[in-house]
């Protein structure tokens, strides 16, 4: 038999940044080069192969990459010092936007691969081990999830991801997704539900389902039809052994009716929506194009609220846009404080190139941007303590999925999505159980698992 790289083990490490879809994304890389004889590791210093996921979605994000980079180069010289080879791979949004700026300005990478191109590793990274520099962004024609491994592995956590649907069509002046993504698509029913089931049977208890712009989902049915997101998560619920599930990122444009019902009369869905509204003031939400003015969110709110009365919302807020003015951050706000959110992201705008705003004149000086993302994240505090203080004294069903910092102690999330810690035995990961909420710390809930829950009947005695 011949050393090839399947006869012997290689090491990968996979380094994230950015959101979720590149999280759920560098799962299905490791399980595309699976195959290959790859093995995750986490230490870089190991790795036969470097992936860098990277995020292009504000200027800090993507200059991380560079920076990384020079450590990579570091770290390959080391290791070729040893005689080991290192393989280096930028993935993800800047090697889709960027792709021959990074060949050109960092040759330690032998291999640029574009998140429509990831079934196609393990052939790319045998290419690039020959060659002086491979660069993969094209949008192929078949889909990359017809040709990734199915998800089989034992999982870790009873948490897991799946993309819905990928990349948009809604063209925000600020943002880079649909040039990064592309344009719309949605994965079928048939797929998303094989994919699911595989994760129960593999322990899976929460599935957040993911798409830059979820809500839009639109994927052939079973029966030929196009299902929305709402027909997808009643699917989905009755797979057997998921108890939980969530959706992320929504457009206020897409918050359909039958979505909104979904959340009041299907417990699984959990009472969490993180629904990003931008800014306040109309003038800012026209110059963004974000299709949505401040009152039809405010009235939207209102539906999924009498849908839903205690469900936990969450944004994101862009703050200093160009052209936006004290008067106009004051509506972002004052809405903020209207709306009580649970959690929420604020970002001083950053110009990307390729994106209509980035030209536009106006541009806020960074002064102002930084004093206005001070103010702003304050008032999401206050919020955001008032929202988990509200639930101290309450009792909650809460996930647990790993063990707590402390010895003795579990921690989980609860419906509304936050950690949750308590004392309590390990045999309650990947359990849901009641807990009495007793104390809000600055990063988690604390609480003590309900007496009325009997977990000693639950611990499997010891083989
Ligand atoms: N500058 C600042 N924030 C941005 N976002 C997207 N593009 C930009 C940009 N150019 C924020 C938006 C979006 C979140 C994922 O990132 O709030 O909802
Ligand atoms: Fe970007 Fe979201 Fe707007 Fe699409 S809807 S352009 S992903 S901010």
Redesign the pocket.
């Known amino acids: 038999m011949t050393d090839g790289p399947t006869s012997k083990t290689l090491k990968l490490h996979v380094k994230t940044f950015g959101c979720q879809m590149n999280v759920y994304d560098s799962e299905r890389m490791a399980e595309a080069l699976a195959p290959a004889g790859y093995a995750l590791t986490e230490e870089m210093d190991d790795a036969d192969l470097v992936i860098l996921n990277t995020c292009h ?2 200027e800090k994000a993507a200059e991380k990459v560079y920076s990384e980079l020079g450590r990579v180069r570091q770290m390959k010289e080391t290791r070729a010092s040893g005689g080991k080879e290192t393989m280096v791979a930028v993935a993800g949004c800047v090697a889709q936007a960027e792709g021959a700026e990074i060949m050109r300005r960092a040759n330690v990478v032998d291999l640029v691969v574009g998140p429509q191109s990831y079934h196609q590793l393990p052939d790319l990274v045998a290419k690039a081990r020959g060659a002086s520099g491979v660069l993969a962004t094209d949008f192929p024609t078949e889909d990359k999830f017809d040709h990734l491994p199915a998800r089989t592995m034992k999982r870790a956590l009873p948490s897991a991801f799946v993309t819905v649907q990928e990349g948009c069509d809604k063209f925000c002046t ?2 880079v997704v649909p040039y990064t993504r592309g344009a719309e698509f949605s994965r079928p029913v048939s797929q998303l539900v094989q994919e699911t089931e595989s994760l129960a049977q593999g322990g899976v208890r929460e599935i957040t389902l993911l798409g830059q712009n979820v809500n839009a989902y639109h994927g052939e049915g079973p029966d030929g039809k196009d299902w929305s997101l709402a027909d997808l998560l009643r699917r989905l619920a009755e797979i057997p052994g998921i108890e939980r599930l969530r959706y992320t990122t929504s457009h206020p444009r897409d918050m359909a009716d039958d979505l909104i019902a979904v959340h009041g009369d299907e417990p699984k869905v959990m009472p969490y929506l993180h629904l ?1 509204f ?1 800014a306040g003031a109309d003038r800012m939400l026209k110059a963004m194009n974000r299709k949505h003015t401040a009152e039809e969110y405010r009235e939207l709110i209102g539906r999924i609220r009498a849908a839903r009365p205690d469900i936990a919302l969450s944004t ?3 703050v200093g846009f160009p052209g936006e003015t004290d008067a106009d951050f004051e509506e972002t706000v004052a809405l903020v404080r209207e709306i009580g959110f649970a959690q929420a992201f604020s ?4 110009a ?1 190139p390729g994106t209509p705003a980035s030209t536009l004149e106006d541009q806020v000086p960074e002064e102002a941007k930084k004093e206005r993302l001070r103010v702003l994240q304050d008032v999401i505090e206050d919020e955001r303590k008032r929202f988990e203080q509200a639930l101290v004294g309450r009792t909650v069903p809460v996930l647990f999925e790993r063990k707590g910092r402390k010895p003795g102690q579990i921690a989980g999330r609860s419906p509304y999505l936050q950690a949750v810690h308590s004392e309590g035995p390990e045999s309650l990961l990947g359990e849901i159980v009641e807990v009495d909420i007793t104390a809000a710390g600055p990063n988690s809930l604390t609480g003590v698992i309900n007496s009325g829950f009997a977990w000693d009947d639950r611990v499997q005695p010891a083989v």
């Open positions: 979605i504000r600020f943002c990003p931008q994101d807020i862009i970002f001083k705008y950053s990307r």
